[in-house]
Each structure stands twice: as C-alpha cells, then as structure tokens.
T-cell receptor
Framework: DTEVTQTPKHLVMGMTNKKSLKCEQH?????MYWYKQKAKKPPELMFV???????INESVPSRFSPECPNSSLLNLHLHALQPEDSALYLC??????????????FGPGTRLTVT | DQQVKQNSPSLSVQEGRISILNCDYT??????FLWYKKYPAEGPTFLIS?????DKNEDGRFTVFLNKSAKHLSLHIVPSQPGDSAVYFC???????????FGSGTRLQVQP
C-alpha cells in the first residue's frame, strides 16, 4: 500500500478564517513533507518532519503552521491567509534511514482557494 | 537559481514510439534522482528512480539514464501509450537533505 490520503480535497476560506489540512499515511514512513504547487509550476517544499520533529522549514510565513501529532499524521494549520496562498497543497511521505534518500509518495493534494 | 532544469516544456510522440524526456541539474550534492508523472489536480505519482552510483535503471517500459559527468538524466518510455500523456517532473535530492527539488516539468502528449 503506497497510499497517502489528504483531506479535504477542496477548501475555500476567507482571509480571516482558521482551517486545517490533514494528511495520513500507513506505510510506516517516518519522514513527512508539505509542498505547495501553483498552476503550471513544480511543487515547492514548505516543511519536512523527520521522526515527528520539524527538520526543515523553507522560510514559510507563520500564517502556515505545521504539526505532526504522530508518525502517521501531518497537519497544516492555516490562519489569516492571503489570496496569493491559493494553490494545491501536497503532502508526501518517505522512509528514513541515515543519510540515504528514498522515493517520496504523494497524496492527491488539497486545492485551496483564499477569497 | 534553478538547480533542476527541464528545458522542453512539451513533447509530442506517436503511440508505440519512444518518448525521451530530459533533465539537467547543477548541484553536485544531488545523489538521488526521480521521475514523477502528474495529472491535473492530482498528486505526483512516483515512476522510477536512480542513485548516483548507477548509470541506468529499468522498470518495465521505463528506463532512466544518468550521466554524472554531464549532470544529465533522461527518461525513456518504450513503447509510448496514450495513457502516458501527462506532465513529467524530474526531481533530485542530496545526502542529508530529505527534500525534493523539482524541475519545471515536461508535458508529454502521446498521439494514438
């Protein structure tokens, strides 16, 4: 099973709202990622969690707040977003073993629209 | 500065022929390379990968070639099928950095 699930599939929120994106995997992966993808652009890394600890924050604005409650779950809390934050938000997971690299498996994404 | 480049935004091939997608990289620290296929409004699907200690990896119709001296990799799809029509992203990662740097993608259209 190489499935990563994300909810919701679509989200429309106002600039004053607070919402959360959720991601779940049951592959036993201990690294999880958030990427942001704008139309006709490649995915861009936002955050990396390794063994439930934040290991990379790509200078993401504080209106995006990640959380990794356990090894299977990854959340992205959203608050006071701007219209330019509208994008496809992708979650991914991968194995972790020393400094080795492994393929990442992506979820279907959450299409976020900020009005 | 784009560290992973896919210089062809689009490619069109006939069904049954070979599709060759190219990718160049600039960062010498990259040691693991991957190809992903993506349909609109879906997440990228992992296709095939190659470690820098190899120069070729094959999986069914998909073969990835790596030329480290030229910092170039390519994905060969043989034979191409209409269902292969999608955007293909090249991605790379390096030792100690568990994150992918993606190229800008190549849209492949396989004509029946």
């Amino acid at each position: 099973d190489t499935e990563v699930t994300q909810t919701p599939k679509h989200l429309v929120m106002g600039m004053t709202n607070k919402k959360s994106l959720k991601c779940e995997q049951h592959m036993g992966h201990r690294a999880m990622y958030w990427y942001k993808q704008k139309a006709k652009k490649p995915p861009e890394l936002m955050f990396v969690y390794s063994y439930e600890k934040l290991s990379i924050n790509e200078s993401v604005p504080s209106r995006f707040s990640p959380e990794c409650p356990n090894s299977s779950l990854l959340n992205l809390h959203l608050h006071a977003l701007q219209p330019e934050d509208s994008a496809l938000y992708l979650c991914a997971s991968s194995q972790v073993s020393g400094q080795s690299s492994y393929e990442q498996y992506f979820g279907p994404g959450t299409r976020l629209t900020v009005t | 500065d784009q560290q992973v480049k896919q210089n062809s935004p689009s490619l069109s091939v006939q069904e049954g022929r070979i599709s060759i997608l190219n990718c160049d990289y600039t960062n010498s620290m990259f040691d693991y390379f991957l190809w992903y296929k993506k349909y609109p409004a879906e997440g990228p699907t992992f296709l095939i990968s190659i470690s820098s200690i190899k120069d070729k990896n094959e999986d069914g119709r998909f073969t990835v070639f790596l030329n480290k001296s030229a910092k170039h990799l390519s994905l060969h799809i043989v034979p191409s099928q209409p269902g292969d029509s999608a955007v293909y992203f090249c991605a790379a990662s390096g030792t100690g950095r568990r994150a992918l740097t993606f190229g800008s993608g190549t849209r492949l259209q396989v004509q029946p």
